[in-house]
């Protein structure tokens, strides 16, 4: 099982980005899928939780909550993180994480690295004037 996140750049203050989540031995679509994201000198955090594509519920970090929006194309295989109104502290390594035990963020604790088995490499979001 493979993960590629991809996506990340140089983005000013206010600006929007879309990080691409693509996977090789694993349907993204079975199962829930994490974003988390690590900023210099911090420890990595999780963002985000989507249910499988049964459902598609999602859950957000109150800090990035109303910002960005995590969601899937069936057809591409490939899970998306758009980002809105980006601001300095979202510098950080993004990346998206997948496990094979659980449908529905709601029945486990998303927000624990420890519940994923499958790390994509991260991609770097810079947010800076």
């Not at 594509?53 to 069936?74: C, P, Q």
Request: aromatic residues 14%.
């Amino acid at each position: 099982v493979q993960l590629q996140a991809s996506g990340g750049g140089l983005v000013q203050p206010g600006g929007s980005l879309r990080l691409s989540c693509a996977a090789s031995g694993f349907t993204l679509d079975d199962y829930a899928i994490g974003w988390f994201r690590q900023a210099p000198g911090k420890e990595r955090e999780v963002i985000s939780c989507i249910s499988s594509i049964h459902t598609g519920s999602t859950y957000y970090a109150e800090s990035v909550k109303g910002r960005f929006t995590v969601s899937r194309d069936h057809a591409k295989k490939t899970m998306y993180l758009q980002m809105s109104n980006l601001k300095p502290e979202d510098t950080a390594v993004y990346y998206c994480a997948a496990q094979d035990k659980y449908y529905y963020c709601s029945g486990y604790d998303w927000g624990a690295e420890n519940e994923y088995h499958y790390w994509g490499q991260g991609t770097l979001v810079t947010v800076s004037s």
